[in-house]
């Protein structure tokens, strides 16, 4: 098995010597680089150890299970369970064994106290503590009268719901909260804690108006109110209600009672929160008032690092959907941001500091460095974070962890830095991190290991990385259908055999990663062999499953078809109606597209049309109505109107005077869209109508006030600078129709006006041949002459296609 995993890996010449690479990898551990090819060694020689590992847990566990049901008959022999599995991290039998404790009748309140304290204190298990809480919240539950009434067990309880608030499992700390407030009278308890944890819960829950109610209900109690205004302090600060956490600032501090521990306790909720603002406020109070004992930079460090990661967010949800570079083309926050970073690191890795940075600060600033490097590769390479991890770390005698590892290792999965045409850069640097990593120890066969090598497997070229953060295929630039294929790194069906080998089994990363790289790089064969084995890995397709399929099927025309007329029937027998949402209707919409299938589209159109009424009819909930348009909206009309324009058989004109008798202003995809029908059904006059509007609109919304492109009439109003993408594609699109008609004089005209507006002119160069021709058609040689010296070296692409175009101007000129 080991030298043809090292032959996909590494791949040889024909005529190499595969022992004396691996011989050469072995030796290069001495070495700073680590070869790829280790990486493979080391995966294999852990499958096998994994595979024993887990045959003798099973019997480990068999046997755990044959003790635990034989000592369930004492309360003593319950509790040591517990503490054995505690120790062993089996979470999974301490529930099972309250469980069949419960059964028998012997748990007690404190066995189910004890319970909970051990999911407190164990690392967080998502599922395990949903398990848990549901027996609490449930109407259905079969906890004892005596348990669900015990208010020591709910505030260990409420403790142990604080963890759901920023998961995906916010909806159990919400019903965690109103179980407990059915069950308890809140007019008559009088329990500090229980205030103060409730007080928590509403603030993570971002409930001010609620917060305010607990403390308007302990105004006349005789609480501790050092404390239970610190934890009114902190739910406000959660709710970003930063009037109301200065006023108690305020009043604890003129009472004397705001304590160091307070002022850190809130430094950590902002700093947690990505406000640097406010951290630094906090941080800056607490240094003046207890000088002899200063805050370090950690908060402030972690404070920059979750608001950039914010940011890394946004930018991905918006520009990465768009297969563009995540870089804003308004940098101005992004800079301030990273100057502020700036001044906060600039000494922290001086050389002739007293003290080295310690591992948690060297691992946030690797966070913030790696985030930032996808953002903006130019400005921040993956060099300065290797700097400190292969430089600074070691010669300081720092030995990087666990998370150093994998912070570098998800650095170099998403990087965007490495562009070579000929092979997979980031994946070879990822697997070069796997290896030390099993060099220092650390376990590499586990699912977030695998989701970055998944993640580094993601097909790009020239620059390019529309898959990255791939949603929806008509986000993506209009292209022929052939430009989606991108080349497929083979070594991803070797990293996919490894880890089921190891025994570890898709989740719903993986594999929707796995289906993205598979469809992008053309192996649909591949794809459906996946799709159908999908409940053999214990995945369910639930509605983002069907929307990432449609998403890649509209990549391909004969997969488009296929996914309309198999797929679609499939997702109606398995998904209810009231589970779709508005981006699986529209990926279905870019398959009718794709597939040319006009009265699948119009079947299609109708449901999303009644679907979107219903649920702004039916539906309350602000997470339901965020996934949906209104009908109002430009984005309800988008994807129709799309569909309309691309799809022989539809009307796009009604849709767009449905549109006009609402009164729905146009966003950019409308504006893009309508632009191309009209260009799509070579409309000069229409074109020139549509580019005086957009000018005009752009006057009134922006305030630009267009200039005339010449004094004598007709007067052609043309938008002033400076320009985005959507500017230059109206223009572009205009001086073709004005190719069209031949009108080399107004041309020019809009040629000059646009020279003196910008430096940066982003025309297609088919509308520059287009210029040129015509002009010599004309005999224009004054026009050519100006084209090149002053159009052509501001045109944005200075490439092998511009030094043709200008020799051949100059052969006419000359």
């Known amino acids: 098995m080991l030298p043809r995993l090292g032959r996909v890996f590494v791949q040889p010449t024909r005529n190499a010597n595969f022992r004396s690479i691996i011989q050469a990898s072995q030796s290069s551990l001495k070495r700073a680089a680590v070869a790829p090819a280790l990486a493979t060694r080391a995966f294999t020689i852990q499958t096998a150890k994994r595979a024993y590992t887990i045959d003798a847990e099973a019997t480990k566990d068999h046997a755990m299970h044959s003790t635990s049901s034989k000592s369930t008959s004492t309360p003593q022999s319950l509790f040591d369970t517990l503490e054995e599995c505690k120790s062993t991290g089996n979470l999974k039998g301490a529930i099972k064994a309250v469980q069949q404790a419960q059964e028998k009748g012997l748990a007690s309140p404190k066995l189910y106290l004890a319970l909970v304290d051990m999911l407190r204190d164990s690392p ?188 890394c967010d946004r930018l991905a949800e918006v520009r990465g959907a768009r297969g563009l570079s995540l870089k804003p083309a308004d940098s101005t926050q992004l800079n301030e941001l990273h100057a502020s970073w700036e001044n906060l690191t600039k000494d922290m890795f001086a050389a002739n500091k007293d003290a080295p940075v310690d591992i948690t600060d060297c691992n946030v600033v690797l966070e913030y460095l790696t985030t930032a490097n996808r953002i903006d590769p130019v400005g921040f390479p993956m060099e300065k974070a290797e700097e400190i991890f292969e430089s600074y770390m070691p010669a300081n005698y720092i030995t990087p962890n666990d998370a150093s590892h994998r912070i570098m290792l998800v650095g170099y999965a998403t990087s965007q830095q490495y562009n070579d045409h000929h092979r997979n850069i980031r994946l070879d640097k990822a697997l070069e991190m796997v290896s030390k990593m099993q060099v220092a120890g650390l376990d590499t066969l586990n699912h977030p290991t695998f989701h970055s090598l998944f993640r580094a497997c993601l097909p790009h070229r020239d620059g390019h990385y529309y898959f990255d953060n791939f949603r929806l295929n008509s986000l993506l630039p209009a292209r022929p259908y052939t430009h989606n294929r991108f080349k497929l790194d083979p070594r991803i069906f070797e990293i996919e055999k490894i880890m089921l080998e190891a025994k570890l089994p898709h989740d719903r990363f993986t594999f929707t990663t796995l289906m993205t790289c598979l469809a992008s790089g053309g192996q649909y064969k591949a794809l459906r062999t996946r799709w159908r084995s999908l409940k053999v890995h214990g995945l369910r397709r639930d509605v983002g499953m069907y929307r990432l399929t449609y998403a890649l099927a509209s990549l391909n025309p004969t997969q488009a078809k296929r996914a309309i007329v198999v797929v679609r029937n499939e997702m109606n027998r398995e998904i209810p109606k009231e589970r779709m949402d508005w981006d699986t209707y529209t990926a279905m919409l870019d398959c009718c597209a794709t597939a040319q299938m006009p009265f699948e589209a119009k079947d299609i159109i109708k449901e999303m049309r009644h679907a979107t009424e219903l649920v702004h009819r039916s539906k309350t909930h602000a997470d339901d109505l965020a996934k949906w348009p209104y009908t109002d909206e430009p984005n309800f009309y988008l994807p129709m109107l799309r569909a309309a324009i691309t799809v022989p058989g539809l009307d796009a004109n009604s849709l767009l005077k449905e549109m006009d008798k609402k009164d729905i202003k146009y966003n950019q995809g409308v504006w893009e869209a309508v632009l191309s029908k009209l260009a799509m059904e070579g409309d000069e006059q229409g074109i020139r109508q549509l580019f005086n509007k957009y000018t005009m609109t752009r006057f009134e919304n922006e305030g630009k006030i267009p200039v005339p492109v010449r004094e004598s009439k007709p007067v052609v109003p043309f938008p002033t600078a400076p320009y985005n993408q959507l500017d230059m594609k109206f223009i572009d699109v205009y001086i073709c129709s004005l190719l069209d008609s031949q009108d080399v004089s107004l041309v020019f005209d809009v040629l000059r006006t646009l020279s003196n507006q910008t430096n940066d002119i982003g025309i297609s160069r088919q509308t520059l041949q287009g210029v040129v021709r015509l002009a010599k058609q004309e005999k224009s040689t004054d026009e050519l002459k100006w084209l090149r010296d002053e159009i052509l070296p501001k045109v944005t692409h200075q490439n092998k296609f511009l030094r043709v175009l200008k020799r051949g101007i100059d052969n006419v000129i000359n």
């Open 124 to 311: 967080f298990d998502v599922n395990e503590c949903a398990t848990v809480a549901h027996w609490f919240y449930s109407p259905d539950s079969k906890l004892p009268l005596d348990v669900l009434e015990d208010i020591n067990i709910w505030k260990s309880v409420l403790k142990l719901g604080f963890r759901f608030g920023s998961t995906y499992r916010s909806e159990d700390l919400r019903a965690l909260l109103d179980r407990f407030t059915e069950i308890f009278d809140l007019t008559t308890m009088n329990d500090q804690t229980a205030w103060e944890l409730l007080m928590r819960a509403y603030g993570i829950m971002n409930k001010k108006d609620a917060v305010s109610a607990c403390i308007q209900k302990n105004e006349g109690s005789q609480v501790g109110k050092a404390s239970f205004y610190s934890s009114a302090l902190l739910s406000y600060a959660a709710t970003n209600s930063h009037d109301k956490v200065e006023n108690l600032v305020d009043m604890l501090q003129q009472k004397g009672s705001l304590s160091r521990h307070t002022l850190l306790k809130l430094i950590r909720c902002y700093g947690f929160k990505g406000d640097i603002e406010h951290a630094t406020q906090y941080t800056d109070m607490c240094n003046k008032l207890n000088p002899n004992q200063k805050c370090d930079k950690t908060m402030l460090l972690i404070a920059h690092k979750i608001a950039l990661q914010k940011m």
